[in-house]
T-cell receptor
Framework: EPEVTQTPSHQVTQMGQEVILRCVPI?????FYWYRQILGQKVEFLVS????????KSEIFDDQFSVERPDGSNFTLKIRSTKLEDSAMYFC????????????FGPGTRLTVL | AQTVTQSQPEMSVQEAETVTLSCTYD???????LFWYKQPPSRQMILVIR??????QNATENRFSVNFQKAAKSFSLKISDSQLGDAAMYFC????????????FGTGTSLTVIP
């Protein structure tokens, strides 16, 4: 059964450094998402992406964040200058039918900012 | 913004018994979707069950069923005949059918199944 995959599973970085989190959505899906979960808190929506552009973003998704689909398979989340409060689990998701369908989630990348 | 509340951070159930996980939500919309996702340790979230708000009938998937009370804005998950493989974090989620397709999640309930 097709799955969303994410790499790396755990990323440790120094404050102020750039990180890129990578996701491979399910191959025939066209809608992609990033969520994050700070330890002990809710899973929060960051951004949705369709047709090579952002379709929706939350207040969390400020200028330090960007997303890209650099090729036909990868979907990336870049944090330009990481802060301590960016430490969280980041989940990628995809769907083929956004209005009625479930979102398929990846296993997450745990980002630790020191 | 919509909010989803799961008031039980942890629950436990004896194998083969039944357990109910609670979820409430707050919305002014009349048309939306509700989901329960399961996240086993170190694994991705997978969909357990989905409910469309316009449907009065409670959704059922094998041993999993929901009690959807639209007026009370309550969406609880019942797991019957619990199995060891049901041990996981369970997230309740809301999605509007009108204002975009982002999910709003609760904080999750960690379910332990006791052999």
């Amino acid at each position: 059964e097709p799955e969303v995959t994410q790499t790396p599973s755990h990323q440790v970085t120094q404050m102020g450094q750039e990180v890129i989190l990578r996701c491979v959505p399910i191959s025939n899906h066209l809608y992609f998402y990033w969520y994050r979960q700070i330890l002990g808190q809710k899973v929060e929506f960051l951004v949705s992406f369709y047709n090579n552009e952002i379709s929706e973003k939350s207040e969390i998704f400020d200028d330090q964040f960007s997303v890209e689909r650099p090729d036909g398979s990868n979907f990336t989340l870049k944090i330009r200058s990481t802060k301590l409060e960016d430490s969280a689990m980041y989940f990628c998701a995809s769907t083929g039918l956004p209005q009625i369908g479930e979102q398929f989630f990846g296993p997450g990348t745990r980002l630790t900012v020191l | 913004a919509q909010t989803v509340t799961q008031s039980q951070p942890e629950m436990s159930v004896q194998e083969a018994e039944t357990v109910t996980l609670s979820c409430t939500y707050d919305t002014s919309e009349s048309d939306y979707y509700l989901f329960w996702y399961k996240q086993p340790p170190s694994r991705q979230m997978i969909l357990v069950i989905r409910q469309e708000a316009y449907k009065q009938q409670n959704a059922t998937e094998n041993r999993f069923s929901v009690n959807f009370q639209k007026a009370a804005k309550s969406f609880s998950l019942k797991i019957s005949d619990s199995q060891l493989g049901d041990a996981a974090m369970y997230f309740c989620a809301y999605r509007s059918s009108n204002t975009g397709n982002q999910f709003y999640f609760g904080t999750g309930t960690s379910l332990t199944v006791i052999p």
